[in-house]
């Protein structure tokens, strides 16, 4: 067989060569602006060519701070199209997380949507090896600024060549990308993805039991492309030749539904804070989003009353798990052929688990007692490995403890059914573990949002003179709805056995979350502490 490598700017040859008529559609401050893949193909070009005079070379690493919209696109290629490496920095990462990284990984140009300059100028003196800001801005000229050398991206790209050749005979295993994790505690930790990785698992995005994504569909990644690469679809839509829609900076659910009516969005993705958001946008209005093939969830657990819920309205919603670490694409919850006649409830509970593993991922689940069974009950962590699965973080002696023998320890503690579903129960830091057993924070969590009134859930640990540890809800409620403690107790009663039940099921305004959505329980465990104390 040819030995040939496997290269991030083949994929966007492939969407210039076939696929020219076919759009990226960005959301703007200006308004909705349209590129054809032609076009992105040209302007990445010049991007490319723009980034080599200023002296880029091959492993240096470029990072991003941008929205989803068609200059990060173009980004997405331009920087591995030289051999360069992609670094998409977290922009709600606090500032000093924000330096750390883009020292750790050493950047030496960072292109900036204006929206971020503040950001970087507050933090310029402490990422020293910074040689050159690019600004991404609407208006004709660099917005006054403190950085410096500083370069005004549409002026810059006028200097590159339209015909730029990208560099191809690379070794396919050569670094194309960097991302970092929210790290809830300590420094973020780095992976760095190769252009072998991104090419298979955006292939893998494309297998018609996993996304499915094809050139039919208009797809409109949600989750930001600073986070895991926005999940690996903007690589695999451009190489199919998908429409892509980016909705750009401070989206509402409202802008969501818009847009996905407009554009006919045939598959959308975000975390589930963003689903709970749109629905309660399509509970208020009507909007035709009779387009909508599927919408892919990740990032955190959805509730039954948020897949049902979509599911109602003839949305298909589909379960999905990854981590940074990961690409992030390995679980996705699709029926299989002799599970089309079950009831519908029985399909819920089988759509509420992540799912089964996506082909080219091995697994296996780690217990107390070694291997657990495929009962559906046994708990263990989740151990992964596969050609797009990290082997280590990036120049960090914390991979050791997450490394081990050739496998990725996820961290997630998972049961699996005999049909090889996975259903993340925890974190194996959030699990509770009362008496000696263990207890799912997040099937609490999922109970408790499958409440008509409840908005958001989220159960923690605390401390137990007796029992070790003990579960505690707290509670979002709906707006225009109300709810007691006895009714929620009345409603978990028949759902779980007598010790999960929490202890105290306390009400708050809001949930703490992460820079991409997920719940904030570290912060949370503080805020209860001084709750009891406070109420003691």
């Known amino acids: 067989m040819m030995n040939v490598p496997l290269n991030i700017a083949t994929m966007l040859e492939r969407a210039e060569a076939l696929f020219p008529?076919?759009?990226?559609?960005?959301?703007?401050?200006?308004g909705i602006v349209r590129h054809t893949y032609r076009e992105i193909g040209e302007r990445t070009r010049r991007l490319a060519s723009a980034l080599k005079q200023l002296g880029v070379e091959i492993g240096d690493r470029v990072g991003t701070l941008a929205w989803n919209h068609h200059r990060h696109l173009e980004a997405y290629f331009a920087i591995p199209g030289i051999g360069a490496v992609l670094h998409t920095i977290n922009i709600r990462l606090s500032p000093e997380h924000i330096a750390y990284i883009i020292n750790h990984a050493n950047d030496r140009v960072l292109l900036i949507d204006e929206d971020f300059l503040p950001v970087?100028?507050?933090?310029?003196?402490?990422?020293?090896?910074?040689?050159?800001?690019?600004?991404m801005t609407e208006e004709d000229s660099v917005p006054e600024t403190s950085l410096s050398p500083v370069y005004h991206y549409e002026n810059l790209l006028q200097k590159g060549e339209a015909h730029f050749a990208f560099l191809k005979n690379m070794d396919e295993n050569s670094p194309s990308g960097i991302c970092y994790t929210s790290a809830t505690t300590g420094w973020p930790k780095g992976v760095v993805y190769?252009?072998?990785?991104?090419?298979?698992?955006?292939?893998?995005?494309?297998?018609?039991?996993?996304?499915?994504?094809?050139?039919?569909?208009?797809?409109?990644?949600?989750?930001?492309?600073?986070?895991?690469?926005?999940?690996?679809?903007?690589?695999?839509?451009?190489?199919?030749?998908?429409t892509l829609v980016m909705p750009g900076a401070a989206f509402t659910p409202k802008i969501l539904a818009e847009l996905m009516e407009v554009e006919k969005v045939t598959l959308a993705a975000g975390v589930p804070t963003v689903w709970l958001g749109l629905l309660k946008e399509l509970e208020k209005e009507d909007y035709d989003l009779s387009s909508v093939k599927r919408i892919l969830c990740g990032g955190a657990a959805a509730p039954k009353g948020l897949i049902r819920a979509f599911e109602e309205r003839g949305i298909p919603f589909v379960h999905a798990y990854g981590m940074t670490e990961t690409s992030p694409l390995v679980v996705l919850s699709r029926l299989k052929s002799y599970q089309q006649h079950l009831s519908k409830n029985e399909k819920l509970d089988i759509r509420a688990k992540q799912g089964f593993l996506v082909p080219g991922v091995e697994m296996k689940v780690i217990g107390k007692d070694g291997d657990v069974s495929w009962?559906?009950?046994?708990?263990?962590?989740?151990?992964?490995?596969?050609?797009?699965?990290?082997?280590?973080?990036?120049?960090?002696?914390?991979?050791?403890?997450?490394?081990?023998d050739g496998w990725l320890y996820t961290g997630d503690v998972v049961t699996v059914d005999e049909e090889g579903f996975i259903k993340i129960v925890d974190r194996t830091k959030d699990v509770i573990k009362s008496g000696g057993e263990w207890i799912s924070s997040v099937d609490?969590?999922?109970?408790?949002?499958?409440?008509?009134a409840v908005f958001?859930?989220?159960?923690?640990?605390?401390?137990?003179?007796?029992?070790?540890?003990?579960?505690?809800?707290?509670?979002?409620?709906?707006?225009?709805?109300?709810?007691?403690?006895?009714?929620?107790?009345?409603?978990?009663?028949?759902?779980?056995?007598?010790?999960?039940?929490?202890?105290?099921?306390?009400?708050?305004?809001?949930?703490?979350?992460?820079?991409?959505?997920?719940?904030?329980?570290?912060?949370?465990r503080e805020q209860l502490r001084s709750y009891f104390t406070n109420t003691n």
Not at 22 to 29: C, D, E, G
Not at 120 to 135: H, L, M, R, T
Not at 482 to 503: G, M, S
């Open 21 to 30: 008529k076919k759009q990226v559609i960005s959301r703007m401050k200006s």
């Open 120 to 135: 970087i100028e507050n933090i310029k003196n402490e990422i020293p090896n910074v040689q050159a800001f690019i600004v």
């Open 194 to 242: 190769s252009h072998r990785a991104t090419v298979l698992h955006s292939m893998a995005l494309g297998l018609a039991d996993s996304a499915g994504l094809s050139e039919t569909d208009v797809a409109m990644p949600v989750v930001p492309m600073f986070h895991v690469n926005a999940w690996g679809l903007p690589f695999a839509a451009v190489w199919f030749g998908t």
């Open 375 to 404: 009962n559906g009950t046994e708990m263990g962590e989740l151990c992964l490995r596969g050609p797009w699965i990290a082997s280590e973080y990036y120049h960090d002696e914390r991979s050791k403890e997450s490394f081990r």
């Open 444 to 452: 609490l969590e999922n109970a408790l949002m499958a409440h008509e």
């Open 456 to 524: 958001e859930a989220a159960v923690v640990a605390v401390p137990h003179p007796e029992w070790q540890e003990r579960p505690v809800a707290c509670v979002v409620v709906k707006e225009g709805k109300t709810v007691t403690k006895d009714e929620l107790y009345d409603f978990l009663r028949p759902q779980f056995a007598k010790w999960w039940l929490p202890d105290e099921i306390v009400f708050v305004d809001e949930i703490p979350k992460t820079s991409v959505g997920k719940f904030l329980k570290t912060k949370l």
